[in-house]
């Protein structure tokens, strides 16, 4: 019997090594998905302080870090690269250890022997207990051409996914800066309100004082009530509106709350790009519309796979012993096969039918999101056009509106106009106020979807441009 000892060479280190790293720390997945999020020289991000100051681009910056839904896009990615990684490794080996162990007793020969009182006995000789032990080093190799086009199909799903990481990231953003501009938007509404519940309740006290005298009717004093009841609600929806849009900003940001003062530091530029320009930058680079591409390049991979499964594919098997006991004259053993489909009971078939129809699919898909993302930039860019027309319009129905009313209240000081006047002619310039500030807000939130339109709103993110 030989020495077991001899037979743990160089081979079975190497065999201990490869089971060693198999034990990979993957932990720097997340910082490549972050790479990818911050660009090649993030910028170091302060501790928020809810009570602080926030800019609308402090706010996408955060959202882009701290964001739940974006980093689960990113490990949708680490996923899709591991499918990859697994795809890999068919054209690699696999080397096992299986150590085996088996146990055998025998009985031998039996004898009869008759006794001298006619009974018969039984004998067994030669009865033994055998044992055999073996640890092999098993190595297999499988390689077929369906698996190069997995291959493949598993490296444009990763693109794909590193596509659609960026798009949730585009999604979100827009969100954050609609959150924002909603609170801005309330607490303008607010402010306004504010000032005209002072104004009324100025009103009411007058009214109050002149009824006493006897210069007014108890009717001008129940409307200018009823018209202070009715902008207390207002102002009091516009607080409720921006307390809710403070919340879901929070949310989005991934902080427990934003209590400081919102500062609007943001202008869009005065000069557009065409809408041609906007399609044909859309087209190029907006992130859905690329994950749909590179959809239909793995679809396309998968088919070839498919049908790849007709052609032959090669196993190679290698076993080596580390170890026998007893010794066994054989040291390894090793053999090549291959395996030609003549008939698979309709699997490859319907492997390649499943395959055309998801290629087809896919390519419906593309053509679905290209469509989808023109009437994004369509639809954005009309708006924000429209809004800064209606900006200039507004602008002069304010100044017309103030000229209105203190013409009117003058008036009214004078005697000739009603208090209903008065107070129609107020309610018209609150109004004007209103939708002032309402479509200057909406013209920024136009603009900022026609960055989310184009692929583009990321290039809000500090140390970002296109």
């Not at 009091?236 to 209590?259: C, E, F, K, P, Y």
């Not at 009214?412 to 209103?434: E, P």
Request: glycine share 6%; net charge negative; proline share 4%.
């Amino acid at each position: 019997m030989s020495d077991p000892a001899s037979r743990f060479g160089p081979t079975s280190i190497i065999s201990v090594c490869l089971l060693i790293a198999g034990c990979v720390d993957w932990s720097g997945d997340v910082p490549r998905y972050r790479k990818l999020l911050d660009g090649g020289h993030p910028q170091a991000i302060a501790p928020f302080d809810p009570s602080a100051d926030l800019s609308v681009q402090r706010a996408l910056l955060l959202a882009n870090a701290d964001n739940e839904a974006i980093a689960s896009s990113g490990e949708q990615w680490v996923q899709a690269l591991a499918e990859k990684m697994r795809a890999a490794g068919t054209f690699m080996p696999t080397l096992s250890i299986s150590p085996e162990y088996s146990l055998t007793h025998s009985r031998g020969s039996v004898f009869l022997i008759t006794t001298p009182t006619g009974g018969v006995a039984t004998t067994a000789v030669g009865a033994n207990l055998s044992h055999e032990a073996s640890i092999p080093l098993d190595a297999s190799l499988n390689g077929s051409l369906s698996n190069a086009s997995t291959y493949t199909a598993a490296g444009q799903t990763a693109q794909q996914q590193e596509q659609l990481l960026l798009d949730e990231r585009e999604t979100i953003l827009l969100h954050v800066a609609q959150s924002y501009y909603a609170v801005l938007k309330a607490q303008r509404q607010a402010a306004v309100y504010e000032h005209g519940v002072a104004v009324k309740m100025e009103k009411v006290r007058d009214q109050e004082a002149r009824l006493k005298l006897g210069n007014v009717r108890p009717l001008d004093l129940a409307q200018s009530q009823a018209d202070l009841a009715t902008t207390r609600a207002s102002l009091t929806q516009a607080h409720i509106d921006s307390a809710n849009a403070r919340s879901a900003l929070a949310r989005l940001m991934g902080v427990s709350a934003v209590n400081g003062r919102l500062i609007d530091g943001f202008d869009p530029p005065p000069q557009l790009s065409s809408l041609e320009q906007s399609r044909a930058w859309a087209e190029a680079h907006r992130q859905d519309l690329l994950a749909a591409r590179r959809a239909v390049e793995s679809a396309r991979s998968t088919l070839e796979a498919a049908i790849r499964e007709y052609f032959p594919s090669v196993s190679i098997n290698f076993s080596y012993f580390l170890y026998n006991d007893p010794a066994n004259a054989v040291d390894w053993v090793g053999g090549i096969s291959a395996n030609v489909p003549i008939f698979s009971a309709l699997s490859i078939e319907a492997d390649i039918r499943r395959g055309w129809s998801a290629y087809r699919q896919s390519e419906l898909a593309q053509s679905q999101t290209l469509r989808q993302v023109i009437d994004d930039v369509n639809e954005n860019y009309e708006s924000l056009q429209g809004s800064r027309d209606k900006v200039v319009d507004l602008t002069v129905a304010v100044d017309s509106a103030q000229t209105a009313s203190d013409l009117a209240e003058r008036a009214y000081q004078l005697g000739s106009d009603s208090n209903l006047d008065r107070l129609t002619q107020q309610d018209n310039l609150l109004t004007a106020q209103l939708n002032l500030v309402s479509e200057q807000y909406n013209g920024k939130t136009s603009y900022l979807g026609l960055l989310r339109a184009e692929g583009a709103l990321w290039t809000l993110l500090p140390g970002q441009q296109r």
